[in-house]
């Protein structure tokens, strides 16, 4: 029988028979007999692996943090390879690159997530396409599945993985749409609790499962037992999270685009928790960021509770403006939400 997403999130990974525990243990072991478990996992990991498997149709490989899950996806490349990756896109995959160029292991192009022929070009050239969708800070929408058929076309077919923190799987499935690996911050939206640090890579591909496993037993970027049960934990409720945020977003996201004070609201066609708005200024951002009351400032995302950061205050987003901020909706009530963005609007709320 095949079940929905929703479905799958409550039943992956528990454990089966008839007096088995409703959850599996948190397994705080370095070894079980002979299995050590930096080479072997652990029960613990082994479920959230499954479940995270069955949402994204691909073996799940867990990593102590989103970007070791990265990193074992760079870790597949020769040395020389080339790596296009989007010029908005998370900072520390940028940073890796970077770095990996420094010391001349790694070549890098940076194409504009909006500059689609750009992408089909790269897809018959590089070795590695790194797609994000929709991209941290900015929310660009890439066409996952013109990029991936382009890259299947190619005489020299790129690996194509896609970064899809945003999105979860609930949004979009980028195996489905040909990608050949996706990668997950779970310490975003998958945890949702703001509780912990880990990273999942999920693949269709046996050759490139087996490369993740080898990569993080040789990286030692192994899941904390604690972490990865409470990413477990987080799982079962992802689906109902997600259309909770997605529902709230949506209503501000139409409120922002009324509204006179807010330039250039960007909130992706598929859904999902992250708005992206900006302030005139750098010093009107600020000042907004000061004056919530119920909203944290504070960076991360994809927590119950919201967050909102400017992010061109980090130098890694400069490229951003000034005045941009990003908005990580969470559970609370709608309304309640809007009246502090509105007082810290510096509105009658
Ligand atoms: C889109 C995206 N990818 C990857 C990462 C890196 O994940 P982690 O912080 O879990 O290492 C982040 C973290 O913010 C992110 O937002």
């Given amino acids: 029988m095949s079940h929905s997403a929703r479905t799958k999130a409550i039943t992956g990974g528990r454990p089966s028979g008839e007096h088995a525990p409703a959850n599996v243990p948190i397994v705080p072991a370095s070894h079980l007999g002979l299995e050590y478990a930096r080479e072997d996992g652990?029960?613990?990991w082994r479920a959230l692996e499954a479940v995270i498997g069955e949402l994204e149709g691909g073996e799940a490989t867990a990593f102590a943090s989103g970007m070791g899950a990265v990193s074992a996806v760079f870790d597949l490349l020769p040395a020389g390879a080339e790596v296009a990756v989007p010029?908005?896109?998370?900072?520390?995959?940028?940073?890796?690159?970077?770095?990996a160029e420094a010391k001349g292991r790694l070549r890098g192009r940076r194409?504009?997530?909006?500059?689609?022929?750009?992408?089909?070009?790269a897809a018959a050239e590089v070795d590695l396409l790194w797609l994000e969708s929709p991209t941290n800070p900015s929310l660009y929408e890439i066409a996952i599945d013109a990029i991936t058929a382009a890259a299947a076309a190619s005489d020299k077919p790129?690996?194509?993985?896609?970064?899809n923190t945003f999105a979860t799987p609930l949004g979009q499935q980028p195996l489905a749409l040909g990608a050949d690996v996706v990668?997950?911050?779970a310490t975003k939206l998958i945890g949702g609790h703001s509780d912990l640090l880990l990273g999942i890579t999920v693949t269709a591909n046996e050759g490139l499962a087996k490369a993740m496993r080898d990569s993080r037993m040789r990286s030692g970027a192994t899941p904390g037992a604690l972490e990865a049960w409470l990413a477990l934990r987080g799982v079962r409720t992802l689906p109902v999270r997600y259309a909770a945020v997605s529902a709230t977003a949506a209503e501000l996201a139409k409120r922002f685009d009324d509204h006179t004070a807010v330039n250039h609201m960007r909130y992706p066609a598929l859904g999902g928790g992250m708005i992206a708005f900006e302030l005139?200024?750098?010093?009107?951002?600020?000042?907004?960021?000061?004056?919530?009351?119920?909203?944290?400032?504070?960076?991360?995302?994809?927590?119950?509770?919201?967050?909102?950061?400017?992010?061109?205050?980090?130098?890694?987003?400069?490229h951003v403006p000034a005045g941009l901020l990003r908005f990580s909706v969470g559970l609370e009530d709608v309304d309640d939400l809007w009246q502090d963005i509105r007082q810290a609007l510096g509105e009658e709320a």
């Fill in 158 to 163: 790129p690996i194509v993985a896609v970064d």
């Fill in 87 to 99: 010029t908005d896109s998370y900072a520390g995959m940028r940073d890796l690159l970077q770095h």
């Fill in 280 to 318: 005139p200024d750098a010093a009107s951002a600020d000042a907004f960021c000061s004056r919530l009351q119920l909203i944290r400032h504070a960076t991360s995302l994809g927590g119950v509770e919201s967050t909102v950061e400017r992010r061109a205050a980090r130098p890694s987003d400069s």
């Fill in 111 to 121: 194409l504009d997530p909006a500059d689609s022929q750009a992408w089909l070009t």
């Fill in 183 to 185: 990668m997950h911050s």
């Fill in 42 to 44: 652990t029960e613990t």
